[in-house]
């Protein structure tokens, strides 16, 4: 039996990413926030957890690059690429015309603003913590709609009236599996990384960058730390293809730590899709 | 008289953001999202808007990178670093004793969670869809609180029952100010670019950044776009320390103009603070 922590409640797309995983025996544990998620990991009450990291539209989740690399040991071990699909959700029986008032996350909202006005227009909307709240509220209110995942539908007892109501295509979130330890070498990986600078090396990111070309390695992703006065002085995300035991990679990170403050890895794991 | 779109309604961030650009004469016009600004401007119904492109806890504001990029032809006139502070809001005349529940949007629930299980244990807090929606229902329904800035007690008649309730210091909101033409060179100014490479060429980034150590110019930020599969392919957000027409700034970019397939100059503008 697998024990998973996510950010919770029932029902978010969160949820949905832990499903997912398609383990054969698992309980799932709701948790409140990020922090939490980690926390249960860590102290054992859960054997991995699952956490968004970042999203097509949203962007980056900083609160979880944050825990891998400051407050936490635990390391990637696996990432879930979720496409975001909001449902237009009543009580069961609830037509699209008897809809006179819409409860969502207003993240949720913001993303299908404009199928609401063509669809629902005028219809008040109220605000949920979550979408799952969201849905739940739905549920047990005739009358108002709800966005939210298909799934949560389901477990809240409440109809999908319209699938697919998000204004954009190719919203997606990536989610990441987290755990204790190196996930083992599958021949098609990926590495995460926070990157610390020493102060005053300007020259540092062109440095790594020309350690990683060296090694014909190639990045996914190149971030500098959110709102810090200046590059050279700070840190990096950096996701790149292959595992830390390829020989290129241990190579080029191994030259990395002669020069930097810091490599830490926040996991190796397979490729999603 | 100076008409400024923001992200309203009122009593937001945003609206703080405006305020803060001490205009003598001037007209706030608030929108109901991010593209509703960029719009207000292009179609003449603002002088300028006022968006928020980055925090430091929530991190890049997408909605805004991407109508600078691909929708708008407006440019950034200037940056205005704000720090994000709640302030704990009600009725005039309740006390923390009086409050029986909260009124949060999401966000700011999320960033004042230690300090509500610290001073208001087990109050059930509800959503709204901005700060500012918080504030106005806290406002009319006593017993009820609201987390928002302090500005929005002013605009909905209600009182600050306790300032700086948000859990960690530190956290800020970049906004940027956008409108028609490029700003003249102050001599202290920053410059946002968004770089879109030729496809299969790996080496890229490295090259990019050669020209800029060439030129001495320092990076304070660097941003692959979010969840598209391969650096190489695609396209990056820069910021730079100097202006367009700087002589070593211009050179850079004539160069990978040479060498991109399109280098977008999203405005070059004074340094915040």
Chains 1, 2 share one sequence.
């Not at 449902?87 to 809809?99: E, F, I, W």
């Not at 298909?150 to 319209?162: G, R």
């Not at 090396?201 to 090694?215: N, R």
Request: glycine share 8%; with cysteine.
């Amino acid at each position: 039996m697998t024990t998973i922590a996510y950010l919770g409640p029932e029902g978010t797309f969160s949820e949905v990413a832990a499903l997912s995983l398609g383990m054969p025996e698992m309980k799932l544990h709701s948790c409140v926030s990020i922090a939490e998620v980690f926390e249960a990991v860590e102290r054992g009450k859960a054997d991995i957890g699952v956490v968004p990291i970042e999203n097509s539209i949203e962007g980056s989740v900083v609160a979880t690059l944050d825990a891998l690399v400051f407050d936490s040991s635990l390391e990637i071990q696996q990432e879930l690429v979720l496409d975001i699909r909001f449902a237009l959700v009543a009580s069961p029986g609830t037509a699209l015309a008897d809809v006179t008032s819409v409860v969502a996350h207003p993240q949720a909202s913001g993303q299908c603003r404009r199928w609401l006005e063509r669809h629902l227009p005028g219809r008040p909307v109220s605000a949920a913590n979550s979408n799952a709240e969201a849905v739940a509220t739905a549920a047990s209110t005739p009358g108002t709609a709800a966005l939210g995942p298909a799934l949560a539908a389901v477990i809240y007892d409440a109809e999908v009236l319209e699938d697919d109501v998000q204004d954009y295509a190719g919203n997606q979130t990536r989610f990441v599996v987290i755990g204790r330890g190196l996930r083992p070498r599958t021949g098609h990986d990926k590495t995460s990384l926070a990157l610390f600078m020493k102060r005053d090396k300007p020259g540092a990111l062109l440095m790594i960058l020309s350690e990683f070309a060296y090694g014909d390695i190639n990045l996914t992703k190149i971030q500098s730390r959110p709102t810090k006065r200046q590059l050279g002085d700070y840190m990096f995300f950096v996701d790149l293809e292959g595992h830390v035991d390829d020989e290129h990679v241990r190579l080029a990170l191994d030259c990395l730590r002669l020069k930097l403050r810091e490599v830490k890895v926040l996991g190796s794991y397979p490729v999603a899709g």
